[in-house]
């Protein structure tokens, strides 16, 4: 009887604390600062508990959030293990997660996060907190005041904070006392294990690896080491594959044994140095059939296979830049509407052109990555891109993913969003390819933040240095060469053009969101740094995107009759990519101090310069891509013939 009496206590003791199936155990959402190691862990009443049908949600409690939601994560699929313990984070988590969250999602507070026996289908963005259907809730933050609407709305009286540093990381932890009583308290976090110490202890193994970073055909060793030695030998299997990277790129074992009373053991993989070029890729190695309480310590570990294959264009780099081997792909005739125009009219007719929208399509901010990998391709190297303003290339694989930003690249609004008025929506985080697309028109001011033609590869924290800073105010790093102005001045002139409501205006205007300064300091950019071969290419495969063109890289000369030296006169179109009658080419910088380039080139020109009279000046034969006048100021004409072919233009030297 007394031992019948003594098991109903320790049941009653062990429910305690229990009055819903699955509860919030552990939260880290600040760990450290940079938020690369934040995950949330869930514990079941019993052991190996399948959490389908339920839902995490985590909602907002700032004043701006309006205790709505922000992200919903399905727990549809997932088992807690043997210790009632399921974890969901980042892969920076050890021992490894056995559910992935990406890095900074879990905002650092006052937040709250909360299970729900419920379809993600019921929580969309910024659903208002309920209790309704909620089995667990925790409201939380970083020494924050009191959420008190969450704490209201979730049916929660207590607010926790973890009160970490980047120096010692804390995590908000449940514990159970003997008698049941719940309590929560910050401490060093424990995934994967139980806060108080007990529980099944779990033996993880680590993956290491010496390189990070190998070429295509290298040899390298993958080493496995669990936390003490195995009490039988085990047998475990890895893959290696991730997306185009698969078994035919090496060879080598998969199939390994730590044997019994050992920890560690190897594998040794050869990667096949094949004729392609495939572009860098990324093996994963991963666990593919581990068993409890034999568990994963790290998983997903990325190496960067180098392609030796690359290509390289038979065009320069801006830092190096060719002029005349790229032809604009514009269709014939793209600009003849402009005929005759002048000032205000023929920027109307020329927005009419790039805004048109029976023709021109926005994509979203997401699928500008995959433009940017084919539009500003470095030259020199085909698995890389060219950075703006640092103007050095950088491999496509070194994209901006998290919230690191040091060694990456990431988008460059040369327009700044801030300054512009526009910004991202939910649908811009997709990436759907070139055959889904918006239809957009000049009003369509939002679509300005995925417009490629003001968009640039860039240096993550170059990208920071530079902030919303006019150009003139923000001149690019010290120590490069600057060739990159011209291009982001173009970009700039080409926004004020494509969009209503946005313009160029003199000096540095305040916070007057549209406006954007310096125009002097655009037009000196635009003459000292004509568009060469590289911008022609990104203006050929932007336009094969969102089918409009920036016309001031087909057109150079054309910014001069809109904010320059030519403003009230008529605009007279070059004749179309198609004619062969009349040499078509055009002169840049112009105005000029002196040196005049020659764009549309396909081979040397023989050159004739006469003074507006008429009288002949000099000859100069066999010129290639610029010519240096050595004339006094004034207006000139300039006669080039090549290919039996001829054109003359008018160039002012200032």
């Not at 309480?293 to 990325?302: L, R, S, T």
């Not at 014939?332 to 009219?345: F, Q, T």
């Not at 305040?510 to 290419?537: K, Q, S, Y």
Request: proline residues 4%; glycine residues 8%; without cysteine.
């Amino acid at each position: 009887m007394i031992k019948n009496i003594t098991i109903v206590v320790l049941l009653l003791i062990t429910g305690l604390g229990w009055s819903q199936v699955l509860v919030i155990n552990e939260l880290d959402s600040d760990s450290p600062s940079i938020d690369t190691h934040e995950f949330i862990e869930l514990k079941s009443e019993t052991p190996n508990f399948s959490t389908d049908g339920y839902i995490l949600v985590f909602f907002n409690g700032s004043s701006s959030g309006g205790d709505r939601s922000y992200f919903t994560y399905d727990l549809n699929g997932l088992t807690t293990d043997i210790n009632g313990l399921l974890v969901v984070g980042s892969v920076n988590i050890s021992p490894f997660p056995q559910s992935l969250m990406a890095e900074n999602v879990i905002q650092n507070g006052p937040d709250a996060v909360g299970i729900y026996q419920a379809s993600i289908f019921d929580f969309p963005e910024e659903t208002v907190a309920t209790q309704t259907n909620l089995i667990d809730a925790m409201v939380y933050g970083t020494n924050d005041s009191d959420a008190t609407g969450l704490l209201d709305k979730l049916g929660e009286t207590t607010q926790y904070n973890d009160n970490g540093t980047n120096a010692n990381p804390k995590s908000i932890q449940r514990y159970v006392d003997d008698m049941g009583n719940v309590t929560f308290s910050a401490a060093t976090p424990t995934p994967r294990r139980e806060n108080d110490g007990s529980g099944i202890a779990i033996n993880a193994i680590t993956i290491s690896v010496v390189d990070v970073q190998v070429d295509e055909g290298a040899i390298f060793d993958i080493t496995f080491t669990a936390d003490t030695n195995m009490t039988s030998d085990l047998n475990f299997n890895i893959s290696l594959d991730n997306e185009g990277f698969n078994t035919s790129d090496y060879t080598g074992s998969t199939n390994l044994t730590i044997l019994s009373g050992q920890s560690t053991t190897s594998t040794t993989i050869t990667l096949i140095d094949d004729a392609d070029d495939e572009g860098d890729e990324v093996l994963k190695i991963r666990f593919l059939d581990l068993i409890e309480p034999i568990v994963a310590n790290n998983g997903a570990i990325e190496i960067r296979i180098v392609d030796n294959d690359f290509t390289v264009a038979a065009f320069g780099t801006p830092l190096n830049p060719t002029y005349g081997i790229v032809e604009s792909t514009q269709p014939n005739g793209y600009y003849n509407s402009l005929d005759g125009l002048e000032d205000v009219a023929l920027r109307q007719a020329l927005q009419d052109i790039v805004a048109d929208p029976s023709i021109v399509r926005a994509q979203t901010y997401a699928d500008v990555i995959d433009i940017l990998m084919e539009a500003d391709q470095n030259p020199e190297h085909s698995n890389e891109v060219w950075l703006v303003y640092l103007e050095e290339g950088r491999a496509k694989l070194d994209v901006q993913t998290s919230s690191t930003s040091t060694g990456k690249w990431n988008r460059e609004h040369t327009f700044p969003r801030s300054r512009g008025g526009f910004d991202s929506i939910e649908e811009d985080e997709i990436a759907d390819g070139i055959d889904v697309y918006w239809t957009t028109k000049a009003d369509s001011l939002r679509h300005g933040n995925s417009d490629v033609h003001a968009l640039r590869v860039v240096d993550g924290p170059e990208n920071s240095t530079r902030n919303n800073q006019f150009y003139g105010e923000y001149n690019g790093p010290d120590g490069t060469a600057g060739m990159f102005k011209g291009d982001v001045a173009r970009g700039v002139f080409y926004m004020a053009v494509r969009y209503n409501g946005l313009e160029i205006v003199n000096g540095f205007p305040e916070e007057t969101v549209g406006e954007f300064g310096d125009l002097a300091t655009l037009l000196n950019w635009h003459r000292n740094d004509p568009p060469d071969d590289f911008e022609m290419n990104r203006n050929n495969v932007i336009y094969n995107w969102q089918k409009n063109r920036n016309p001031f890289i087909d057109q150079p000369d054309m910014i001069e009759y809109i904010w320059g030296n030519m403003i009230g006169e008529t605009w007279t179109q070059v004749l179309s990519v198609a004619d062969n009658t009349e040499l078509n080419v055009a002169l840049y910088p112009n105005p000029t101090t002196g040196r005049v380039y020659i764009s549309g080139l396909n081979t040397v020109a023989d050159v004739e310069v006469y003074s507006i009279e008429g009288k002949l000046l000099k000859q100069m034969q066999s010129v290639e891509s610029y010519i240096d006048l050595e004339v006094a100021s004034g207006i000139y004409l300039l006669k080039l013939e090549s290919d039996n072919r001829s054109v003359i233009k008018k160039v002012i030297v200032e």
